[in-house]
Nanobody
Framework: QVQLVESGGGLVQAGGSLRLSCAASGRSFSSNAISSNAMGWFRQAPGKEREFVASITWSGTSTRYTDSVKGRFTISRDNAKNTVYLQMNSLKPEDTAVYYC?????????????????WGQGTQVTVSS
């Protein structure tokens, strides 16, 4: 079993910043095989489908971002703390969504939502105009 717990969401003004955290726990995740796999962040805006935001490999040397957040968001991880982060700067109203972290068995920074096996509960990010 793997559990992912997200935190750090909130209400901010356009141009502001937030740092999301995702703490992972469980036997499968703590094993060498699972901990070497990739993690990702996704988001879902009201009335919209869930979309990929960012992903990162176990080592943190390979990352991917959706075009709309490049240069503004940074994904990172601290394996000693079993935690993945999403630093969000220069936030825009269109960033408003519920943000989810997820873990995949694929040892690549995949953008494919279908390949992620474990999901957090989501944390709300609201950016006002």
């Amino acid at each position: 079993q793997v559990q992912l717990v997200e935190s750090g969401g909130g209400l901010v003004q356009a141009g502001g910043s937030l740092r999301l955290s995702c703490a992972a726990s469980g036997r499968s995740f703590s094993s060498n095989a699972i901990s070497s796999n990739a993690m990702g962040w996704f988001r879902q805006a009201p009335g919209k489908e869930r979309e990929f935001v960012a992903s990162i490999t176990w080592s943190g040397t390979s990352t991917r971002y959706t075009d709309s957040v490049k240069g503004r968001f940074t994904i990172s991880r601290d394996n000693a703390k079993n935690t993945v982060y999403l630093q969000m700067n220069s936030l825009k109203p269109e960033d408003t969504a519920v943000y989810y972290c997820a873990a995949t068995k694929v040892p690549l920074a995949t953008i494919n939502m279908a390949l992620y096996d474990y999901w957090g509960q989501g944390t709300q990010v609201t950016v006002s105009s």
